[in-house]
């Protein structure tokens, strides 16, 4: 109900409705709550401590293993076998720094927010282009509908990036053979009467593979990763979404996902604030 600001954070209502027993007067009890805390608390939810025993553990112990051999048989090891574990412990070295880093991107996305900003439609869509540029996306087009000089989303240009190369990079990830076929979509949101409404919609879709209803009721939690027996091998820490979210979320937009209905592959819809007229409440 209120965006994150430089002078506040975002507020979060928890809404029941209950219909009224038929003979009393029409209606419902409506029922809100401040959640806020509890919002805020989920970045630092139990859920990590589960994520940290899988996703930080594995390199650890590969790097431990690999300096112990070095340390203690290194005037008995060729220098390929050095060179060997060498390269064993970097790699894992690696991926230790970018689990960690997701992370603490996280946890600062919220001075993200604060720091405010605007992107214009036709930075949103160098960016897109860009990034797909350095993710290595061959096949991506982007479609702007939305009109000249309709604006832009209030959302800062660095906001911006981080959401698309957290999607274009899912889209890669976790196609079958890495190499996505993407569809990027920029338009403006209309209201029932037709007239341009105050949202930019941002779709992105890919065909890479479909998702079970459980996993898309989940894509958004933070450190929750579709795996069925969870060994902590997917790469990443189920943050990229749960990103998404929280910066679309506290600038007062809304994002949706589902899969595609033509084939395999799903959509992800973010839809933002213009900048011209988006008034926090």
Not at 57 to 70: A, C, D, Q
Not at 73 to 98: C, K, P, W, Y
Not at 201 to 225: C, E, F, K, M, N
Request: with cysteine.
């Amino acid at each position: 109900v209120r965006p994150e600001s430089p002078a506040s954070r975002a507020l979060w209502l928890h809404v029941e409705a209950l219909d009224l027993p038929a003979g009393q007067d029409a209606g419902r009890l409506i029922r809100l709550r401040d959640v806020t805390a509890q919002m805020t608390l989920q970045r630092d939810s139990w859920s990590f401590q589960v994520m940290v025993g899988h996703k930080l553990r594995t390199p650890l112990t590969n790097m431990i293993g690999s300096l112990e051999l070095m340390a203690r048989h290194a005037t008995q090891l060729s220098r390929d076998e050095m060179a060997e574990f060498s390269t064993i412990t970097l790699r894992n070295v690696r991926r230790l720094h970018g689990d960690i880093e997701d992370v603490l991107q996280y946890l600062d996305v919220s001075g993200e927010l604060e720091s405010g900003g605007e992107c214009s439609l036709s930075e949103l869509e160098s960016f897109v282009t860009r990034v797909g540029v350095e993710l290595g996306l061959e096949r991506i087009t982007v479609t702007h509908e939305a009109e000249p000089g309709q604006g832009g989303v209030s959302l800062s240009p660095r906001s911006i990036e981080m959401i698309l190369w957290e999607v274009l990079e899912n889209a890669r990830k976790f196609h079958p053979q890495r190499s996505p076929t993407v569809d990027v979509r920029i338009s403006r949101k209309r209201d029932p009467s037709g007239l341009p409404g105050r949202e930019i919609s941002l779709q992105i879709r890919d065909d890479g593979i479909t998702l079970s209803p459980a996993l898309l009721a989940r894509v958004w939690a933070p450190y929750y990763q579709g795996e069925k027996w969870f060994t902590g091998e997917v790469a990443g820490m189920g943050l990229g979404l749960p990103l998404v979210a929280t910066i679309v979320w506290g600038a007062g937009g809304s994002c949706r996902i589902q899969n595609r209905a033509d084939g395999p592959g799903v959509v992800v819809t973010l839809d933002l604030p213009c900048a011209s007229d988006h008034q926090p409440v």
